[in-house]
C-alpha cells in the first residue's frame, strides 16, 4: 500500500507546493478552533437517501465540551431521515461579514453524526441557542453528536489546512473535576459577576456591548453570547479543576479590567 503524506497545515492539497511560502499571521489551528467554538449555525451536507446526491441544509450547531458539533434535529426533516440511513455528513461553518462572501473564513467539519441523548450535550445546546426550549422538549427532537474525521480550513488566497481531529479538538483528559463543576461555574458566573462577563467578551473577545453570558466552557477556554454575538476567550493556559478556574477568571478579569 502505498503510503500518502499528508498535506502539512496552512497548504492546499494540490494547489501549493510543499515549500510555499505562507503569511506569517495565518494560525490554521487557532482559525479553525475560532469558528468551530463561536459558529452558531452551519451548512449540514447528508446523503440524500433517495438519489444518493449530497443534501444540504441550514442547522443551528452548539458544540461538546471537546469542540466537536452538537445538533438538535427533528426526526421529522429529511436530514436526520438520511443519517438514520447514513451518518455521514459534513457541517460548514462560515464567517460573515462586509464584502465578499469567499474573504471571511470558513471550516467545513467532516464526520459521522450518532443520536447522542446525554444531557450535557443537550444543556450545552441550549445555553447556546436558548429559543429552542420552544420545541426541544417535542417527542420528535433528539441530540446528535459528530465524531469528527478531518478539518478543512479556508481563510482566504493561501490560506488554507487540512486538520486532524487531535490538532483542534480540546483535549479532555484528566479534566474531571472541571467538567462536572461546568454547569454551577456558569451559573456563578452568569448570576454574580455579569460585570467580569461583559468585561471578557467586550474587552477581551473583542464583542460588542450587550448583555453577555457564559454558554460553555472547558479546559481551553469560555464560550460566549448575546443574542446573536458570540465570541470564544481562549485561556491562557489549559485548565482541568475548579481551583485553576477561578484562578484563571480572576487573571483576565483583572487585565481586561487594565486594559479598559
Sequence with gaps: MTHVQPPRPGTMPGRLPENAKLPEDFDPVAGARRLLRATRAGTL????????????????????????????????????????RDGRASILLAATGKGDPLAHPRLTVLGSLVRDDDPVLRRRFLARHPKAELYAGLPDFSTWRMIVAAFHLNGGFARAADLAPEEVLTDLSGADELLAAEESAIAHMNQDHAEAVKLYATVLAGGPEAAWTVTGLDPDGLDLAAGDHTRRLPFPERITTAAGLRTVLKRLADAARSKA
Excluded: M, Q
Aim: proline content about 8%.
Design 45 to 84: 451536507a447528508t446523503n440524500d437517501r433517495n438519489t444518493g446526491h449530497p443534501f444540504g441544509s441550514l442547522v443551528n450547531v452548539a458544540t461538546t465540551p471537546d469542540g466537536s458539533p452538537v445538533l438538535l434535529i427533528s426526526r421529522l426533516a429529511t436530514h436526520t431521515a438520511n443519517l438514520e
